[in-house]
């Protein structure tokens, strides 16, 4: 794929919109020498699912993990361009990433509950950011986190049980209602269907859905299937660049970049 | 031929067997039209010759070098005349040891003419067994040589043979280890029941006081010979429970600080030299404690009393700082153990996945939050295991007790004051001359059963605590 790499890329589709959640504008990424992403522009629209995809190593990971800065813990990452939160310069040396990645919550690829019980997992962020007075609203707090993603029912009984116990999928929708419980204004995803089985697959999907009502959400997918069946908008990245963006529909139906329709058709990838 | 030499010839057999292996497993393979239709590589087969030459012949060394001295015993006491037959043990063993040596010719004449039958007979057994050794041993070197060789067939399997013997050699060495713990247990264990057959378990268990030494005349002062072990447990005890007081928070604080804060330059640095301090000998320790910390705290407690007295604050008035204390050696026995905590600490700190720090971090947690919280106590049950292994470590120290904690066996929780411990109480029992019949010998093994068997509490404690708490992450 040389002469993508040498052609300076404009995005096709539509990477901007109007009143975004988030916006991205010229934003590269490079570990160490290595360059990661080139020159991304990209709106995110509140309260809509927007999902990533693209092949492995195309930099979609690497992406999502600049929106709360989680790439600091990486030495050698370094991010230039602008990220704005609202008005909020998220690269800004004076911001406190503690409250930014408190309005930009994460949930990961494989379900990394903490080892404590089902009851602190959730209360975890509440009780770090002081979101609770006493103790009967950190219960409620809980509970309602828990019932939001589906699981109240299913640990009510158990809820000083250690979280390592429950199953994959419960687990990672545990990590959602630890994630939500801090009430962020965006979720980010990284392939949090990865590691689980089709039917849990498909309650977090759900919970996807149902989630987007409330919260601006960024998911990152290799399965074509989840971004055509969750999200909104979809964009498409390839060695680091960001072909292109638009509808889902109109991404999977008609992709108007000759890479991002050989992605979807099966031929790369 | 010496038995070196010996070793040395049968170990080139060995090797000149596993060549000869090799050349015939090549000769073999022509005829099946070669290496990759034989059973096994050539590697093999020749390996398994080597072996059969190699096993048989050791083992027969090995054996004739133990039992050898038994049996040439026996013959000689057949030969010895009656009188000396019906000596009792102890005598007939200094028989025994006179006839062995005049027959190596040290101090001969010591034995009268009777004796002479059986010097004759110890020097000739011992001739043959020197010479006849060598032979034997050469001769099953070449007969399992042989065998080997037969082995070295195209269709015959070498690699299982070679695999089942490496497997034998591994079980051997596995179950050396087990067998030395058990012979030492047994040892102690009864020696220890000689003891208690003099001083009762009771009196051992719950005595507070401690003074071993036995009276050898009826009006000898100060000499009851007491054997209650609290005073050293409560020593033990006391200076661990110091030591730890000083390693665990500052162990744990450098693991936390070396694997979640420092840069990898620190790091480099900073590890090693802890390691170090691992490697420094405890009598080092002993006399930095003895000469430098000891008289340090005695100096200042004599200038806080000091104080205290011009000032009018009678309880420090009376303070009395021994110059052997609890308190020099604890510190000095924390310091010594610190790389044990922090070592360990560290290795289970890194071992918590990445993916638990991420989502602390992912939710707005800080970094001291999410070591407090999520690292600690996934990393728990690895740092409680380090904990108590370096509290085995500190209660089975002796050196830094012996020279600066003191030998009175007081009954006291003051760390100013001189105390003794279990470990220092077993070398003062078995230090200078001692006979194997008295109770304050014999202290000495229960004591030491004592200790072994609160080590061993401790270690059971560790294990159930790791595996309570232990978090799978898969």
């Given at each position: 794929?040389s002469?993508?790499?040498?052609?300076?890329?404009?995005?096709?589709?539509?990477?901007?919109?109007?009143?975004?959640?988030m916006?991205?504008?010229?934003?590269?990424?490079?570990?160490?020498?290595?360059?990661?992403i080139f020159d991304v522009?990209?709106?995110?629209?509140k309260?809509?699912?927007?999902?990533?995809?693209?092949?492995?190593?195309?930099g979609?990971?690497?992406?999502?993990r600049?929106?709360?800065?989680?790439?600091?813990?990486?030495?050698i990452?370094?991010?230039?361009?602008q990220?704005?939160?609202d008005d909020?310069?998220?690269y800004n040396?004076?911001?406190?990433?503690v409250?930014?990645?408190?309005?930009?919550?994460?949930?990961f690829?494989?379900?990394?509950?903490?080892?404590k019980?089902i009851?602190?997992?959730?209360?975890?962020?509440?009780?770090?950011h002081?979101?609770?007075?006493?103790?009967v609203?950190?219960?409620?707090?809980?509970?309602?986190?828990?019932r939001?993603?589906?699981?109240?029912?299913?640990?009510?009984?158990?809820?000083?049980?250690?979280a390592?116990?429950l199953?994959?999928?419960q687990q990672?929708?545990?990590?959602?209602?630890?994630?939500?419980?801090?009430?962020?204004?965006?979720?980010?995803?990284?392939?949090p269907?990865?590691?689980?089985?089709?039917?849990?697959?498909?309650?977090v999907?759900?919970?996807?859905?149902e989630?987007?009502?409330?919260?601006?959400?960024c998911i990152?997918?290799h399965?074509?299937?989840?971004?055509?069946?969750v999200s909104?908008?979809?964009a498409?990245?390839h060695?680091?660049k960001?072909?292109?963006?638009?509808?889902t529909?109109a991404?999977?139906?008609?992709?108007?970049?000759k890479?991002?329709?050989?992605?979807?058709?099966?031929?790369?990838? | 031929?010496s038995?070196?030499?010996?070793?040395?010839?049968?170990?080139?057999?060995a090797?000149?067997?596993?060549?000869l292996?090799?050349?015939?497993?090549y000769?073999?393979?022509?005829?099946?039209?070669?290496?990759?239709?034989?059973a096994?590589?050539?590697?093999?087969y020749?390996?398994?010759?080597?072996l059969?030459?190699?096993?048989?012949?050791?083992?027969?060394?090995?054996?004739?070098?133990?039992?050898?001295?038994?049996?040439?015993?026996s013959?000689?006491?057949?030969?010895?005349?009656?009188?000396?037959?019906?000596?009792?043990?102890?005598?007939?063993?200094?028989?025994?040891?006179?006839?062995?040596?005049?027959?190596?010719?040290?101090?001969?004449g010591?034995?009268?003419?009777?004796y002479?039958?059986a010097?004759?007979k110890?020097?000739?057994?011992n001739?043959t067994s020197?010479?006849?050794?060598?032979v034997?041993?050469?001769?099953?070197?070449?007969?399992?040589g042989?065998?080997?060789?037969?082995?070295?067939?195209?269709?015959?399997?070498?690699r299982?043979?070679?695999?089942?013997?490496?497997?034998?050699?591994?079980?051997?060495?596995?179950?050396?280890?087990?067998?030395?713990?058990?012979?030492?247990v047994?040892?102690?264990?009864f020696?220890?029941?000689?003891?208690?057959?003099?001083?009762?378990?009771?009196?051992?268990?719950?005595?507070?006081?401690?003074?071993?030494?036995?009276?050898?005349?009826?009006d000898?002062?100060?000499?009851?010979g007491?054997?209650?072990?609290?005073?050293?447990?409560?020593?033990t005890?006391?200076?661990?429970?110091?030591?730890?007081?000083?390693?665990?928070?500052?162990?744990?604080m450098?693991?936390v600080?070396?694997?979640?804060?420092?840069?990898?330059?620190?790091?480099?640095?900073?590890?090693?030299a802890?390691?170090i301090?691992?490697?420094?000998?405890t009598?080092?320790?002993?006399?930095f404690?003895a000469?430098?910390?000891?008289?340090?705290?005695?100096?200042?407690?004599?200038?806080?009393?000091?104080?205290g007295?011009?000032?009018?604050?009678?309880?420090?008035?009376?303070?009395?700082?021994?110059?052997?204390?609890?308190?020099?050696?604890?510190?000095?026995m924390?310091?010594?153990?610190?790389?044990?905590?922090?070592?360990?600490?560290?290795?289970?700190?890194n071992?918590?996945?990445?993916?638990?720090?991420?989502?602390?971090?992912?939710?707005?947690?800080?970094?001291?939050?999410?070591i407090t919280?999520?690292?600690?106590?996934?990393?728990?049950p690895?740092?409680?295991?380090g904990i108590l292994?370096?509290?085995?470590?500190?209660?089975?120290?002796?050196?830094?007790v012996?020279?600066?904690?003191?030998?009175?066996?007081?009954?006291?929780?003051?760390p100013?004051?001189a105390?003794?411990t279990?470990?220092?109480?077993?070398?003062?029992?078995?230090?200078?001359d001692?006979?194997?019949?008295?109770?304050?010998?014999?202290?000495?093994?229960?004591?030491?059963?004592?200790?072994?068997?609160?080590?061993?509490?401790?270690?059971?404690i560790?294990?159930?605590?790791?595996?309570?708490?232990?978090?799978?992450y898969?």
């Amino acid at each position: 794929m040389s002469e993508i790499a040498k052609e300076t890329y404009q995005t096709v589709g539509e990477p901007l919109l109007k009143d975004p959640k988030m916006h991205v504008r010229n934003t590269n990424v490079f570990y160490g020498e290595k360059q990661a992403i080139f020159d991304v522009n990209l709106d995110i629209g509140k309260n809509q699912v927007i999902s990533m995809i693209g092949p492995s190593g195309c930099g979609k990971s690497t992406f999502l993990r600049c929106l709360n800065r989680m790439n600091d813990t990486i030495d050698i990452c370094r991010v230039t361009g602008q990220l704005m939160l609202d008005d909020l310069d998220i690269y800004n040396k004076k911001i406190d990433v503690v409250e930014l990645r408190a309005r930009v919550g994460m949930v990961f690829q494989k379900p990394n509950p903490f080892p404590k019980s089902i009851y602190e997992n959730v209360a975890y962020g509440a009780r770090i950011h002081g979101l609770t007075d006493n103790k009967v609203e950190l219960d409620e707090l809980v509970e309602k986190s828990l019932r939001r993603c589906g699981l109240w029912k299913e640990v009510k009984e158990r809820l000083d049980e250690p979280a390592t116990g429950l199953s994959g999928g419960q687990q990672q929708r545990l990590c959602i209602a630890r994630a939500i419980a801090v009430n962020p204004e965006v979720i980010l995803m990284d392939e949090p269907c990865s590691a689980l089985d089709p039917i849990a697959t498909a309650t977090v999907e759900e919970l996807i859905h149902e989630l987007s009502e409330n919260f601006t959400i960024c998911i990152v997918t290799h399965s074509m299937q989840q971004a055509a069946r969750v999200s909104q908008r979809t964009a498409y990245f390839h060695l680091g660049k960001l072909i292109e963006v638009n509808d889902t529909s109109a991404v999977f139906t008609n992709p108007k970049h000759k890479l991002t329709e050989e992605y979807i058709t099966g031929r790369i990838g | 031929m010496s038995l070196s030499t010996l070793l040395i010839v049968v170990l080139a057999g060995a090797i000149l067997a596993y060549m000869l292996g090799r050349t015939q497993s090549y000769q073999i393979a022509k005829p099946v039209g070669g290496v990759r239709n034989l059973a096994a590589l050539p590697n093999y087969y020749a390996s398994l010759m080597g072996l059969w030459a190699l096993l048989p012949a050791l083992l027969l060394i090995a054996l004739w070098s133990i039992f050898d001295g038994a049996i040439i015993d026996s013959l000689v006491r057949a030969t010895l005349p009656d009188e000396a037959k019906q000596l009792s043990d102890e005598d007939f063993g200094l028989v025994m040891s006179q006839v062995n040596n005049a027959a190596i010719g040290i101090g001969g004449g010591a034995l009268d003419e009777a004796y002479q039958p059986a010097i004759e007979k110890l020097k000739s057994l011992n001739n043959t067994s020197v010479q006849a050794m060598p032979v034997l041993a050469i001769i099953v070197l070449v007969i399992g040589g042989l065998l080997g060789f037969r082995a070295v067939r195209a269709e015959n399997n070498a690699r299982y043979a070679v695999e089942r013997i490496f497997n034998g050699t591994l079980i051997v060495c596995s179950t050396i280890a087990i067998f030395t713990t058990f012979g030492i247990v047994f040892s102690v264990l009864f020696e220890s029941i000689q003891f208690f057959r003099k001083v009762p378990i009771d009196e051992f268990l719950f005595g507070t006081h401690w003074s071993p030494q036995i009276a050898i005349r009826a009006d000898q002062a100060g000499a009851s010979g007491s054997f209650g072990v609290i005073p050293l447990i409560v020593g033990t005890l006391l200076i661990s429970f110091i030591a730890l007081l000083i390693a665990v928070p500052v162990g744990l604080m450098s693991a936390v600080y070396l694997s979640e804060y420092a840069s990898n330059r620190v790091r480099g640095i900073v590890k090693p030299a802890l390691e170090i301090l691992a490697g420094v000998p405890t009598v080092v320790y002993g006399f930095f404690a003895a000469l430098t910390v000891a008289p340090a705290i005695r100096n200042v407690g004599d200038g806080v009393r000091d104080w205290g007295a011009e000032n009018g604050y009678e309880f420090l008035a009376s303070l009395n700082v021994s110059s052997e204390s609890a308190l020099a050696a604890g510190i000095v026995m924390g310091v010594m153990i610190i790389p044990f905590v922090s070592s360990i600490s560290d290795d289970v700190i890194n071992a918590v996945p990445q993916s638990l720090r991420d989502g602390s971090y992912g939710l707005g947690a800080t970094q001291s939050e999410t070591i407090t919280k999520v690292i600690f106590p996934a990393a728990l049950p690895g740092i409680v295991g380090g904990i108590l292994l370096a509290a085995s470590r500190a209660i089975g120290e002796t050196m830094i007790v012996v020279m600066a904690a003191g030998l009175a066996a007081n009954l006291t929780v003051n760390p100013l004051e001189a105390v003794t411990t279990v470990t220092v109480q077993i070398v003062t029992l078995l230090v200078g001359d001692q006979e194997f019949d008295s109770a304050k010998t014999l202290a000495a093994f229960a004591l030491g059963l004592f200790l072994f068997i609160i080590t061993l509490a401790l270690n059971v404690i560790a294990l159930r605590v790791v595996k309570k708490y232990q978090e799978q992450y898969d």
